[in-house]
């Protein structure tokens, strides 16, 4: 089956976007190599909450530009939790969902096949996920900045008895850490 991991990056502080909603604070920061691509290699299927798709068609302009979607994400598919109407970038393999993430879970995997499903984010979807026993792995980019508020990495208490480091890296300015998640 595959791995379900929420690998995004977040401020010292646990902090996923500022105060304002705003990504900006991440871009700032230089990155010596790239860990995306490599991860997203192997991703077979990824979904994200309405707050970060919006976040990305805006901040991006790919609705103007959906080449840009295809240049990051190709053909795997994606699914957007929303409870709300939102565009589809045009060409791209997306799916609007809303509700319990169980039965999108098992579409997801079954698109993704042995591959990595990927919870891009926000923290509250992820949370969902871990909810339900369905968050394998955290994979934190912690990026050298302190926001004072904001979208909070993961609005759950999850407990050292669930949660086990299984690496550790610096990549210039960011600490990479992962950490296995057991189940509730």
């Known amino acids: 089956m595959a791995k379900t991991t929420y690998f995004t990056a977040t401020s010292i502080d646990g902090r996923i976007a500022d105060p304002a909603g705003s990504l900006d604070w991440l871009f700032e920061v230089e990155q010596r190599e790239d860990r995306f691509a490599p991860f997203f290699a192997g991703v077979g299927a990824f979904a994200t909450g309405a707050t970060t798709y919006t976040w990305v068609l805006e901040h991006e302009k790919v609705l103007e530009r959906p080449d840009k979607w295809q240049g990051w994400y190709g053909s795997t598919p994606c699914w ?9 970038v045009p060409g791209a393999d ?3 969902v809303r509700g ?3 039965p999108v879970h098992a579409a997801m995997a079954a698109a993704a096949g042995d591959r990595a499903i990927w919870l891009v984010g926000g923290g509250e979807l ?3 996920f ?6 394998d792995e955290i994979v934190l980019g912690v990026a050298p900045v302190l926001l004072g508020g904001g979208a909070p990495l993961l609005p759950r208490r ?4 669930r949660l086990t480091l299984t690496a550790a890296e ?4 960011f600490a990479y850490l992962t950490y296995a998640v057991g189940r509730p």
Do not use: E, K, M
């Open 158 to 161: 999850l407990t050292a008895s």
């Open 94 to 96: 997306i799916t609007f």
């Open 170 to 173: 610096q990549s210039g300015q």
């Open 126 to 128: 992820a949370g969902a």
């Open 100 to 102: 319990d993430v169980r």
């Open 80 to 88: 957007v939790f929303t409870h709300r109407d939102l565009p589809a």
């Open 130 to 135: 871990a909810d339900a026993g369905l968050l």
